[in-house]
């Protein structure tokens, strides 16, 4: 899991953003948000302007040089941060995978132009290069002896280049964990509960969310799905043979109305969430940042969602300006992140006071309790 996150010169951070996962407390209560030290289960607020989902796209911009994956580079423009003199922004990630730490750190000019990189495992230089001072890259994976280590005018990460074109032993603890960081980067997804279906990583291109539901039989689960969530309402499918497409429609009885032209926005919403959340569920996700997750959400159903969250077995950061969520009965206070002036802490860090289970850590917010 991704342990600390550092970034630098990207978009309004321009000095380095730290958001450290591990800087937890010993509370007794809604334990199941962290794991192994490690906040699981994430929170952030924060005013306007500040930068929430420009720390989502930085936290994805990893996904970008070293998968496939979709990647939305339209989110990607003014790159370096304006203020700045520096050319480059700097990436730091820390990861936790089956006992061992991965830092992997990287610089780019823009989102296609890689800089250097450098990717330590268990304390040991695993591969390395800066294109500033050398073309050669370092590699000391085991599997890599043979292989041309010159990088030439090339684009591509020295990561991807060591994946695509080695055969690692299998059985050398470091080449695991490699494997295990990679997999880990396939699998990470940011989206954000707008109307619109734009997200960041895990798939390729853009799938539409009725025909995903229909396609998977999944047309009763959603509509569960959405009673449980209080839309009260009974779907089905309307096949148009002449056109030979079928369509997600409510059903009134008497007529038939497809579902995305009369849905709410907080329905639609609901509707890309129940989409994400079948990736979640089935263990295709192991890192999801979800943007502005309750835009269209009363907030009742914003606390339904955390639930459901909370229940999948993959690490969750989610945005929000929703203050009634600052809640003891859903998290905990080092589970709460408030950002502010390229500063990251959770509500814990953020007092010298004991926090407890029965504190309202809302109206102490409100009440300017944290430094804000």
């Known amino acids: 899991m991704l342990t600390k996150f550092e970034v630098t010169n990207f978009k309004n951070f321009e000095k380095t953003l730290i958001f450290d996962f591990k800087n937890i407390k010993n509370y007794k209560f809604n334990e199941e948000c962290i794991v192994d030290g ?9 005013h306007n302007g500040m930068g929430k989902s420009n720390l989502g ?3 994805l911009d990893i996904v970008s040089h070293l998968t496939d994956k979709n ?3 339209d989110k990607f423009t003014h790159y ?10 700097t990436f730091k990630y820390e990861f936790e995978f089956k006992g061992s730490s991965v830092v992997y750190i990287y610089t780019k000019e823009s989102v296609d132009v890689l800089i250097s990189e450098e990717l330590i495992i268990n304390d040991t230089l695993y591969a390395s290069i800066d294109k500033r001072q050398s073309t050669i890259a370092k590699i000391f994976a085991r599997g890599t002896e043979t292989l041309n280590k010159d990088m030439g005018n090339s684009k591509v990460s020295i990561l991807s280049y060591i994946n695509k074109n080695s055969i690692l032993d299998e059985e050398e603890n470091n080449n695991i964990i490699f494997n295990e960081f990679l997999d880990f980067v396939n699998k990470m997804l940011f989206f954000r509960s707008l109307e619109e279906n734009r997200y960041i990583g895990l798939e390729q291109g853009i799938k539409a969310i009725d025909e995903d539901i229909i396609s998977h039989d999944n047309v009763e689960d959603f509509e569960y799905f959405l009673n449980e969530m209080g839309i009260e309402c009974k779907l089905d499918i309307l096949k148009i043979d002449f056109l030979n497409i079928k369509q997600l429609v409510f059903d009134f009885g008497n007529s038939q109305i497809p579902f995305f032209e009369i849905a709410s926005s907080g329905t639609k919403a609901l509707a890309l969430f129940y989409f994400w959340i079948q990736r979640l569920k089935y263990n295709k996700v192991k890192f999801v940042f979800i943007d502005e997750f309750d835009a269209f959400y009363h907030h009742t159903l914003s606390f339904k969602i955390i639930e459901q969250l909370k229940k999948i077995d993959i690490q969750v950061i989610v945005t929000t300006h929703n203050t009634s969520l600052i809640s003891n009965e859903l998290l905990r206070p080092d589970c709460y992140f408030l950002l502010k002036n390229n500063e990251i802490k959770s509500l814990a860090n953020r007092t010298v006071k004991e926090l407890r289970e029965a504190h309202n850590i809302e109206k102490m917010y409100k009440a300017d309790s944290f430094g804000l």
Not at 38 to 46: D, E, F, M, Q, V
Not at 80 to 89: G, Y
Request: glycine letters at 4%.
């Open 57 to 59: 796209f930085a936290m």
């Open 71 to 73: 990647f939305d580079k």
């Open 80 to 89: 370096i941060n304006a203020s700045s003199t520096a050319d480059v922004a």
């Open 38 to 46: 490690t906040a699981y289960k994430s929170l952030i607020y924060g």
